[in-house]
């Protein structure tokens, strides 16, 4: 029994990560309705940077983030304006065979810079502590932080996307891009602004991914299916959702390796797939009006 | 008096099937004039033209973008193994199997992701890709996730020498591309075909002047997937051994197809076909530079779907109003008989 | 140009891709003017309006506003120099409250007598709705909310499309009533309306657009009822 309690609460905690995988390709696909078939290997991306940074500067990873982020962040505001802007329109094929072909450009140039040698950031001691909850039930300190970041991240989009000027922009946008640019914004820059902050929570989840556990130019696709299922799961244009979604995925993936280990993945995929079945609009779909 | 007949075919046309008559000649005849590494080069290259072809229906006519065809191809290649290597079915029937067995598994499959709109479709699609990869690694009579060969007796039974069977390979190849080229351009010269030329310049007026658009997609949904598992089949039947991560591998038989088309002109029966050829070329001249020639390939499909969308064929066709292939419509003033 | 004038429209061309809407139109606004501009449906009335707020571009002739040319600017720009449009069919944020959708119009930042109280204070019903999601408004009210949005902005030429559009008459009276109020600061007015009643009432200059071309102009007290009609229906 507490043994598998102690499964799901890893599979929770996994979760967090998922979201913030989530959150990122939510955001941007809900101001431009792009999906970034590149969000993946940009993650793995932002894992490169923080190690080279943090083989740089000596500085652990977690500190790493104050560099990782702002230069994330300005990557993606060029890529926006650059690259991506040229690509937006009713025709769906050019973001998508684009941000295609830039998966490919990410993987090979990574794979040019670093090899396919697997790589890992050491945390140092956070690492290894554990927290003794109950009888039988640990928790680590780092998956632990790694949630509640996450935690964080998605309120702080929240409170960002209802709260601020920005926010209020990125969701004029989305409604209307031609009375948007009316109220004076230019919204090839609040496209850019969001593509700078999908970017930035890129960092953070790339972070504590290749904290958490071996990362090479490869896995990038994969990170941006569990995000796209995290984000299908809890539902469209709903941040909280994406957490849920997260988590359900987390969840999902962990009972499913706990069965079997070949069955990890598969588990993760059957429930996404099953929920595509049965409730396609997800589990928190955001109330229209 | 006089009418209107409608005609598909111009002078470039013309002209354009007779090269293409005067080509297959020489290709079938390969065997007969060219090297073993020529022969290899040349099957593997129909294989692509096959996959692209396909991949253009889907993606550049019925607006259908997935990156998941490689679940076919899979599909494709591990029910040919599992046909042979379980029921002792002959391989080159275990091909012809194969593609109406796709076809049915694609509807469910074309149910779930179907219900994802644009870019989530395709990367919905890679989703059941993935899981097909996943469930294939878990067979453990066809090798898990290592994957299996054929057996020397099965190979052997193809033929009696090896140079008979790679001629035979290679004609199956050949044939099979014709099947599939001949296919599509049947479908589109069909009522079909008209829909399709609809959907893909404007869905939504396609839809009000009352094509079942979902329909026809899924047609040709499950129409590619039949062709696509045939082909990914005989690439597997030429390879003589399957593994899941080969089989199901997006890079191989979804990026580069997508390159292909991209390059040589989406949503035209000629693009494809031009665009191996490219691909082919690049490959060979570039492949020294191992990861750096896929870097510059993404390089190339961007910038080429960002300065000539229609790609190479879209601008020489632009350009000089040529067409290979007789399929647009126009109409012909016919003089009629006086009666 | 004419030194007096606020804006000037000088023979723009104005293409939707090979179709051509405007030809060879000009206009002139002075300050504090009310100009009318009408026509019939597909005029190219509303294609004015959205060339002179920078949502398209004239492919040939020139928009100077207060002496600077306009005609290539982009609209977030345009609405920062002082031209603010109300859209035709009001186009609110539906994902933003009426507030957000008020203040969103006070983006740009021009400094002017225009506030979310004086907006509020123009059309009392919305600051008892600033909460509401802006769906939840009627009709005549998601219109003031679209004018008070413009107003926001604090323009020096306030471009209206069709504000009486699906409004019963009883609201189209009292929007209307609000205009002195509105152009009280010194503003300039251009209003396009199929309501040509209301229009010449309003206006002092009227511009009658006939399939892209100004088929008719001049000051409202001088037309006459026939030569607007002609004008109008091209008879």
């Known amino acids: 029994m507490t043994e598998w309690l102690n499964v799901i609460l890893q599979g929770v905690l996994i979760g967090g990560l998922y979201a913030m995988f989530a959150a990122g390709l939510s955001l941007i696909f809900g101001v431009m309705r792009l999906v970034n078939i590149a969000h993946g290997d940009l993650i793995v991306l932002a894992a490169y940077v923080a190690l080279t940074v943090t083989e740089a500067m000596g500085i652990g990873p977690l500190t790493s983030l104050i560099l990782v982020v702002p230069a994330m962040a300005l990557i993606g505001y060029a890529l926006q304006r650059l690259l991506l802007n040229r690509t937006l329109g009713d025709d769906l094929l050019p973001p998508l065979l684009v941000t295609f072909g830039l998966s490919i450009i990410i993987q090979n140039g990574l794979l040019e810079l670093f090899t396919a040698d697997s790589q890992k950031l050491k945390a140092g001691a956070v ?41 209020r922009a990125f969701r004029a946008t989305s409604d209307d891009q031609s009375v948007a640019q009316l109220m004076g914004l230019d919204t090839r820059h609040v496209f850019a602004m969001a593509m700078a ?59 499913g390796a706990q069965i079997d280990p070949g069955w990890q993945l598969l588990a993760g995929h059957i429930v996404f797939l099953a929920i595509l079945a049965v409730r396609p609009q997800g589990l928190f779909p955001k109330v229209s009006g | 008096m006089s009418g209107y007949s409608v005609e598909h075919a111009t002078r470039s046309s013309r002209v354009g099937v007779a090269v293409i008559a005067i080509a297959l000649v020489v290709l079938a005849t390969a065997p007969f004039w060219g090297d073993r590494q020529t022969l290899r080069l040349l099957a593997e290259l129909f294989t692509f033209v096959a996959l692209a072809s396909l991949w253009n229906l889907l993606a550049g006519y019925a607006g259908l973008v997935s990156v998941g065809q490689q679940a076919f191809v899979g599909l494709g290649a591990y029910l040919l193994f599992a046909m042979v290597i379980l029921a002792g079915v002959h391989p080159i029937a275990a091909i012809f199997i194969a593609g109406p067995i796709a076809a049915l598994v694609s509807i469910p499959v074309a149910a779930l992701t179907f219900r994802l709109r644009g870019a989530y479709f395709a990367i919905g699609t890679w989703v059941v890709a993935e899981v097909f990869r996943l469930l294939a690694s878990q067979i453990s009579v066809l090798g898990g996730g290592s994957g299996v060969s054929l057996p020397a007796s099965v190979v052997i039974a193809m033929a009696p020498t090896r140079t008979a069977r790679e001629f035979e390979l290679y004609w199956l190849a050949l044939g099979l591309t014709v099947l599939v080229l001949a296919a599509i ?49 005989l690439i597997f039947l030429m390879k003589l051994r399957v593994s899941p991560d080969t089989a199901f591998s997006v890079n191989d038989w979804t990026a580069f197809v997508i390159f292909i088309t991209v390059i040589g002109g989406i949503g035209r029966v000629e693009g494809p076909i031009i665009g191996t050829i490219i691909f082919f070329f690049m490959r060979q001249t570039l492949s020294d530079l191992g990861s750096l020639y896929l870097l510059i390939m993404g390089a190339v499909a961007i910038v080429v779907m960002l300065w000539a969308p229609k790609g190479l064929w879209g601008l020489i066709a632009e350009r000089f109003g040529w067409q290979a292939l007789p399929l647009q419509r126009h109409l012909v003033s016919t003089p009629q008989d006086k009666s | 140009m004419r030194d007096d004038a606020l804006l000037q429209v000088d023979a723009i061309d104005v293409f939707y891709g090979d179709f051509q809407a405007l030809f060879d139109v000009s206009l002139t606004v002075k300050p504090g003017q009310v100009v009318a501009v009408i026509g019939a449906n597909g005029a190219g009335k509303s294609t004015l309006l959205r060339t002179i ?50 203040k969103i119009g006070g983006q740009s930042g021009r400094p002017g007598p225009w506030s979310l109280d ?29 004018i008070g949005r413009a107003l926001m902005s604090n323009p020096k030429l306030l471009l209206c499309d069709e504000i009486s559009l699906g409004l019963a008459p009883i609201i189209v009276r009292d929007i209307y009533a609000q ?57």
């Open chain 3, 53 to 102: 707020a920078g949502l398209m571009h004239p492919r040939a002739g020139d928009i100077q506003f207060v002496g600077a040319g306009i005609g290539r600017a982009p609209a977030y720009d345009v609405v920062k120099s002082g031209i603010a449009l109300v859209p035709e069919g009001r186009r609110l944020f539906q994902s933003l409250s009426v507030e957000e959708n008020l």
């Open chain 3, 118 to 146: 004086r907006i509020y204070q123009l059309f009392p019903v919305l600051s008892e709705r600033r909460h509401l999601p802006a769906t939840a408004l009627s009709g005549g009210q998601q219109q003031m909310a679209a």
């Open chain 1, 127 to 167: 690492e290894i502590m554990t927290y003794h909850l109950a009888p039988g039930i640990w928790i680590g300190l780092l998956p632990l932080i790694q949630f509640i970041v996450a935690v964080a991240v998605i309120a702080g989009l929240q409170v960002l996307f209802y709260r601020t000027a920005l926010g």
């Open chain 1, 197 to 255: 902050l999908s970017l930035a929570v890129i960092a953070i989840a790339g972070v504590f991914l290749a904290v958490r556990s071996n990362f090479d130019p490869s896995i990038g696709p994969a990170r941006l299916i569990f995000g796209f299922e995290a984000v299908i799961i809890g539902g469209l244009g709903s941040m909280w959702g994406t957490l849920a979604g997260g988590i359900i995925l987390g969840v999902s993936q962990a009972i």
């Open chain 2, 185 to 233: 351009v049947m479908l589109l010269r069909s009522r079909h075909g008209l829909a399709l030329t609809a959907i893909r310049d404007n869905e939504v007026a396609a839809q009000s002047n009352g094509i079942d658009v979902t329909r026809v997609k899924l047609i040709v949904y499950v129409l590619t997937a039949f062709g696509t598992a045939m082909v990914g089949a």
């Open chain 3, 179 to 235: 205009l002195p109020a509105i152009v009280g600061d010194g503003m300039s007015l251009i209003i396009v309306e199929q309501d040509i009643a209301q229009a010449l009432k309003a206006a002092s200059q009227v511009y009658c657009l006939q399939e892209g071309r100004i088929a008719l102009q001049g000051a409202a007290h001088e037309l006459t009822r026939d030569a607007i009609s002609a004008a109008y229906f091209g008879v």
